[in-house]
């Protein structure tokens, strides 16, 4: 298993949360390679998507179904300022992971503003990165909102 998947699991672990890091030999880069290669509905990925606020450039964290796309209009009145996509240097620097790979806790920088998509909530199991690019671990989305504190809503129009 890769360093980060590894220091992924360790997150897991220290959280008491009873699951496993998978790593597959395929990308699990976009939510479709994701729930192509785990065998899920495309909405069971649970994207974890950087934003950053434009008046204080903390990263904001929205975990999305793989079947929607975040309105940042939509986040950007829940949070009360604007955002912006993050970039890759951006994504790292908070969370300690490349894009593709971000899972939905274990940053390296704590972040406050935490969205989470309402239509998760309609699975008993989602699927999240894991670390890196090709592992995944699955979660209810129950004991997800529990463990990242994130406020649940719609994100997509």
């Given at each position: 298993?890769?360093?980060?998947?590894q220091?992924?699991?360790q997150?897991?672990e220290?959280?008491?949360?009873?699951?496993?890091?998978?790593?597959?030999?395929?990308?699990?880069?976009?939510a479709?390679?994701?729930?192509?290669a785990?065998?899920?509905?495309?909405?069971?990925?649970?994207?974890?998507?950087?934003?950053?606020?434009l008046?204080?450039?903390?990263?904001v964290?929205?975990?999305?179904?793989?079947?929607?796309?975040v309105?940042?209009?939509?986040?950007?009145?829940?949070?009360?300022?604007?955002i912006?996509?993050?970039g890759?240097?951006?994504?790292?620097?908070?969370?300690?992971?490349?894009i593709?790979?971000v899972?939905?806790?274990?940053?390296?920088?704590?972040i406050?503003?935490?969205?989470?998509?309402?239509?998760?909530?309609?699975?008993?199991v989602?699927?999240?990165?894991?670390?890196?690019?090709?592992?995944?671990?699955?979660i209810?989305?129950?004991?997800?909102?529990?463990?990242?504190?994130?406020?649940?809503r719609?994100?997509?129009?």
């Open positions: 298993m890769s360093s980060s998947a220091r992924f699991q997150a897991l220290g959280l008491g949360i009873q699951t496993q890091a998978i790593e597959l030999p395929q990308s699990t880069r976009t479709k390679e994701a729930a192509e785990i065998g899920c509905e495309i909405a069971q990925i649970a994207k974890s998507l950087i934003f950053r606020r008046d204080t450039n903390r990263p964290l929205v975990i999305a179904s793989g079947a929607n796309r309105d940042e209009e939509v986040v950007s009145n829940y949070i009360g300022t604007q912006t996509m993050a890759a240097e951006f994504v790292r620097a908070s969370t300690g992971y490349a593709g790979g899972p939905p806790f274990g940053h390296i920088v704590p406050n503003d935490i969205i989470i998509d309402q239509d998760l909530l309609k699975y008993d989602v699927w999240a990165a894991a670390g890196t690019p090709r592992s995944v671990f699955p209810s989305p129950e004991k997800l909102v529990e463990v990242v504190a994130g406020h649940v719609r994100v997509a129009k």
